[in-house]
């Protein structure tokens, strides 16, 4: 999930050299993992600009859409997040475990064959509702991530940060070695680390941690929880020294908005 923000160009060619290099090395980290221990690591994140008098109409649309994927028993399952910093906004999130994975759509999938002109008029009633929309795509690197809890927490903060082309390497070795450990030593439940993919001008990693309510702000959450004050302060300039910009926002999750697998039975 990424706010937009004015940051430091660089050329075209560092730009495709980044590009090349940024997909050899994640492809190689996917790679070494064991196929048992990989989940969906490709993250699409759509974001809606609502207009203020339509969010009711908004809502509306996409229960309707829900109930018509859950009684077709589809499995193109999301998540719905809402801004709670920065522009008020929607931020819908689909997960895949293969690119190819992405050229399905709703027109093509053999299980909603009788809905998907349904589907279509309500997604088009849907984007009626916004000023503005776009799409973001990650990818998740479980070396450097918590593994998935199967729950989504209440609140998440996204931190979204452009790293120093020449600094990367030194950027992806400290988060592995010293934020990853500040973020277990929390006690978090929560908290994944992606590469952004796609349309930026140098290396841009999205880190979302979860959280349970305002009040855990107060003990702070993340690396921040798990360090010292004064190691805390240390690991903060160190980052410094290694990034262009960067930049967090908030969001809350809204389950009456998300179509997720129901629960399974109680035994």
């Known amino acids: 999930m990424s706010p937009q923000g004015s940051f430091l160009m660089i050329s075209i060619k560092k730009s495709i050299l ?6 050899l090395l994640l492809s190689a980290a996917v790679l070494v993992m064991p196929a048992s221990a990989q989940g969906p690591t490709i993250r699409s994140v759509t974001f809606y600009t609502v207009k203020p008098n339509r ?17 077709a028993g589809s499995d193109r399952y999301s998540t719905i997040w809402t801004s709670l910093t920065g522009t008020r906004e929607f931020a819908r999130v689909q997960m ?3 690119w190819a994975d992405l050229d399905s759509t709703v027109g093509t999938d053999p299980k909603l064959k009788d809905q998907a002109a349904d589907l279509t008029r309500i997604s088009m009633r849907i984007i009626e509702c916004t000023s503005s929309w776009h799409r973001d795509i990650d990818v998740i690197m479980p070396d450097y991530s918590l593994p998935d809890s199967g729950d989504e927490p209440t609140m ?4 979204v940060t452009h790293v120093r082309p020449e600094k990367f390497r030194e950027y992806l070795d400290f988060q592995k070695n010293v934020v990853l450990p500040a973020i277990q030593k929390s006690g978090a439940k929560d908290y994944n680390f992606a590469d952004k993919r796609f349309g930026e001008p140098g290396p841009v990693y999205v880190s979302v941690v979860g959280f349970n309510n305002w009040a855990d702000l107060d003990a702070g959450v993340g690396a921040e929880k798990g360090l010292s004050k004064d190691d805390y302060k240390a690991l903060v300039d160190k980052v410094h020294e290694l990034i262009v910009s960067s930049n967090f926002i908030l969001y809350r999750y809204q389950p009456d908005l998300s179509y997720l ?4 039975p109680a035994k």
């Open 156 to 159: 998440i903060r996204v931190l």
């Open 18 to 23: 980044w590009s090349c290099l940024a997909a």
């Open 55 to 71: 969010i009711g109409d908004f809502q509306a649309e996409v229960k309707e859409y829900n109930a018509i994927m859950a009684k």
């Open 96 to 98: 895949y475990y293969k």
């Open 261 to 264: 697998p129901a629960p399974a």
